[in-house]
């Protein structure tokens, strides 16, 4: 197996251990897409895991997030990027050490905007580390949610473009992002609460989110009204149709959907 085929097995085989939201519609995509949006997703993974990271104090993560920030804006040094994990080797996970590798597996023509996503992102993340995630009001809510979600929308609707032409709404892509990062929130309030941390805003009960949760998944609605190309749509439809799913199971009492849940939703899709 020559190199680039080695790599993209292994952007894949990490894609599967690191996501259970996009790693089944990525699969289903055409070679070129699936290619360039699973490198897109790892890139965008290798931060989150950063600003996620339950042994890095914050400090550690600023440091981390804003060099790779930097890192991605101009030519991408693997051996400094190498550099400034190693430290962290042992407990950083296997996307974020490899990094290089999937702006790597990234096809040339696209691969610039992948790394001003995930170097918005980096940088975004980095400042609400500085702030302690201490979200206020709904206009931080919108400001964290951009940085940690709507930012892939964004970098996917780039992707799209590049692919075959469509266009696609900024301002309703962003609203897909956090339309399924807020059903995240929803279903981890009460393990982000054990940890010591909350991203309702001052005031907010349950009730307040749902209606963030939804208004957000409306704009989704509004964002797949412009894609017409057959990958494309069943890959946006999936985790919106598990998002709003999750969203009912969550109202009526439930922790999360079912695998058997999943599984129908994504043949329904597919086989529509």
Same mark, same amino acid.
């Given at each position: 197996?020559?190199?680039?085929?080695?790599?993209?097995?292994?952007?894949?085989?990490?894609?599967?251990?690191?996501?259970?939201?996009?790693?089944?519609?990525? @699969?289903?995509?055409?070679?070129?897409?699936?290619?360039?949006?699973?490198?897109?997703?790892?890139?965008?993974?290798?931060?989150?895991?950063?600003?996620?990271?339950?042994?890095?104090?914050?400090?550690?993560?600023?440091?981390?997030?804003?060099? @790779?920030?930097?890192?991605?804006?101009?030519?991408?040094?693997?051996?400094?990027?190498?550099?400034?994990?190693?430290?962290?080797?042992?407990?950083?996970?296997?996307? @974020?050490?490899?990094?290089?590798?999937?702006?790597?597996?990234?096809?040339?023509?696209?691969?610039?905007?992948?790394?001003?996503?995930?170097?918005?992102?980096?940088?975004?993340?980095?400042?609400?580390?500085?702030?302690?995630?201490?979200?206020?009001?709904?206009?931080?809510?919108?400001?964290?949610?951009?940085?940690?979600?709507?930012?892939?929308?964004?970098?996917?609707?780039?992707?799209?473009?590049?692919?075959?032409? @469509?266009?696609?709404?900024?301002?309703?892509?962003?609203?897909?992002?956090?339309?399924?990062?807020?059903?995240?929130?929803?279903?981890?309030?009460?393990?982000?609460?054990?940890?010591?941390?909350?991203?309702?805003?001052?005031?907010?009960?349950?009730?307040?989110?749902?209606?963030?949760?939804?208004?957000?998944?409306?704009?989704?609605?509004?964002?797949?009204?412009?894609?017409?190309?057959?990958?494309?749509?069943?890959?946006?439809?999936?985790?919106?149709?598990?998002?709003?799913?999750?969203?009912?199971?969550?109202?009526?009492?439930?922790?999360?959907?079912?695998?058997?849940?999943?599984?129908?939703?994504?043949?329904?899709?597919?086989?529509?």
């Amino acid at each position: 197996m020559n190199d680039a085929r080695k790599l993209q097995k292994d952007a894949m085989r990490v894609l599967k251990e690191t996501s259970r939201t996009f790693y089944i519609p990525i @699969t289903l995509l055409k070679p070129a897409l699936k290619k360039t949006v699973g490198s897109a997703y790892l890139c965008m993974r290798a931060v989150d895991e950063i600003e996620d990271h339950e042994e890095l104090d914050s400090s550690t993560k600023q440091h981390l997030l804003r060099s @790779t920030s930097g890192l991605l804006r101009n030519e991408f040094d693997n051996e400094l990027y190498a550099e400034l994990v190693n430290p962290y080797a042992s407990i950083l996970p296997e996307v @974020t050490l490899r990094l290089g590798d999937w702006l790597e597996v990234c096809p040339v023509e696209i691969v610039g905007k992948v790394k001003e996503s995930t170097a918005i992102m980096a940088e975004g993340m980095a400042d609400w580390a500085e702030k302690d995630w201490q979200i206020e009001t709904r206009e931080d809510l919108d400001d964290y949610t951009y940085y940690v979600a709507g930012l892939v929308g964004v970098m996917l609707s780039d992707i799209w473009k590049w692919y075959d032409g @469509t266009e696609t709404d900024r301002e309703l892509a962003i609203g897909y992002g956090r339309g399924l990062q807020a059903v995240n929130i929803l279903r981890n309030q009460d393990e982000d609460r054990e940890r010591g941390v909350g991203f309702f805003p001052d005031g907010w009960d349950r009730e307040d989110m749902f209606r963030y949760t939804e208004h957000n998944l409306a704009q989704a609605d509004e964002y797949m009204k412009d894609i017409h190309t057959r990958t494309i749509k069943v890959f946006c439809d999936i985790p919106l149709a598990l998002a709003k799913r999750t969203v009912k199971a969550l109202k009526s009492g439930r922790e999360k959907i079912s695998r058997n849940e999943v599984e129908t939703i994504v043949e329904e899709i597919t086989n529509d």
